[in-house]
């Protein structure tokens, strides 16, 4: 089996474990909005939890969507250049983007890793027996991710291959 298949491989279950978890995580913080709506509004109550927890779904929407619009090559792009140039300078363009990119993301999972190590040792609650450290474990999860798809941009911007 050659190195790249075996890449590709495991970019295609990563990709899958990603929509898995992005739908159902989206399904749920839907489901459960509408559940307390109807409860504040027919029954007078609501679950107190709930409200936290949403945010925090609302966190985790927003890194995963991140990463599959990463993965998908459809994410926010601030870089004027590359509509203006072609061949060579556009690459060298795409190579400079992704070096920079993929630099702010590892330092972003470095310091959000840091963010996470503290929670831990702080033991704080975010809501019900959830500690805040569970539910802040996808921010650097999701920027390492995203900073190696950008690494990979840098290796697709240097040959002619897309990883």
Same mark, same amino acid.
């Given at each position: 089996?050659?190195?790249?298949?075996?890449? +590709?491989?495991?970019?295609?279950?990563? &990709?899958?474990?990603?929509?898995?978890?992005?739908? &159902?995580?989206? =399904?749920?913080?839907?489901?459960? =909005?509408?559940?307390q709506i109807l409860l504040r509004n027919f029954f007078d109550? $609501?679950?107190?939890?709930?409200?936290? +927890?949403?945010?925090?779904?609302?966190?985790? *929407?927003?890194?995963? $969507?991140?990463? !599959? &619009?990463?993965?998908?090559? #459809?994410?926010?792009?601030?870089? *004027?250049?590359?509509?203006?140039?072609?061949?060579?300078? =556009?690459?060298?363009?795409?190579?400079? !983007?992704? !070096?920079?990119?993929?630099?702010?993301?590892?330092? $972003?999972?470095?310091?959000?890793?840091?963010?996470?190590?503290?929670?831990?040792?702080? #033991?704080?609650?975010?809501? $019900?027996?959830?500690?805040?450290?569970?539910? #802040?474990?996808?921010?650097?999860?999701g920027f390492a991710v995203m900073a190696v798809?950008?690494?990979?941009?840098?290796?697709?911007?240097?040959?002619?291959?897309?990883?």
């Open positions: 089996m050659r190195f790249s298949s075996l890449v +590709f491989k495991c970019a295609k279950a990563v &990709a899958t474990i990603e929509n898995v978890v992005l739908l &159902a995580t989206f =399904a749920s913080t839907l489901g459960l =909005a509408i559940l109550m $609501g679950l107190i939890w709930l409200e936290s +927890f949403l945010k925090m779904q609302v966190l985790w *929407l927003a890194m995963l $969507g991140a990463m !599959v &619009a990463t993965r998908e090559r #459809q994410h926010i792009r601030i870089d *004027l250049l590359s509509r203006f140039t072609t061949g060579m300078t =556009a690459r060298l363009c795409e190579l400079v !983007v992704s !070096v920079f990119a993929s630099g702010v993301c590892a330092i $972003g999972a470095y310091a959000c890793f840091t963010l996470v190590q503290f929670e831990y040792e702080d #033991q704080m609650i975010a809501f $019900g027996i959830v500690p805040v450290w569970v539910c #802040q474990v996808i921010l650097p999860i798809r950008f690494a990979l941009g840098i290796a697709s911007s240097l040959t002619d291959e897309r990883v």
